[in-house]
């Protein structure tokens, strides 16, 4: 199996590569990186990159992909809705970690960098609760100065805000860390809850090729 991989950054690559070494050895990956659609999806609205996501993904499954994995939240669900058009499981990287946090509790805290972000993983969470039959209390916290600090290439001081920010957090049954950028932030972080991130879970169901699949 040839799986594809779907970025809005190339910081990305070496994650996803680390992880199928650590969790896959033998899938072969194909990074597919696409720097502009972040910024126009964050500007005019993830629809408005359809298009282009499209084009992408065709040209991905015509290069050879047998399943492609999605690892940008804001244009995630533009991309899963593609699957039965360019005729491969289309996935998105987010999916299972939503459905692991509405497994842990009724009060969801969803954290991110980018406000583009936000309503896009909410409305996942409140899809996979719905699914699941669970209540869901979702709140959002955008942190301040994060993404800045990202995309200056700082990536100790992005994490470092990232885990303070969920380190501020009560009364919530567990933290979604809504950008797969934010994983390491996982590990800095003084939380009792859990806080959970999404390129583990994401790419370990895009390795069984179909098990996260946007629902019929």
Known sequence: MTLALLHTSPVHVPVFDALRDTDHPGLALR???AEGLLERARTAG???VA???RALLETAVADGA????CTCSTIGGVAEAQSAAVGVPVLRVDRPMTAAAVETGRAVAVVAALESTLA???ALVEEEAARAGR???VRTVLVAGAWERFEAGDQDGYRDLVAAAVDALTDVDVVVLAQASMAPAADRTTATVPVLS???PGLRAAA???AYAEPS
């Open 31 to 33: 990074h597919v990186v």
């Open 46 to 48: 993830p629809d408005a």
């Open 51 to 53: 298009d282009d996501v």
């Open 66 to 69: 047998d399943a492609v994995l």
């Open 120 to 122: 896009p993983t909410v």
């Open 135 to 137: 209540p869901v209390d």
């Open 198 to 200: 999404s390129p583990r």
């Open 208 to 210: 069984d090729n179909t």
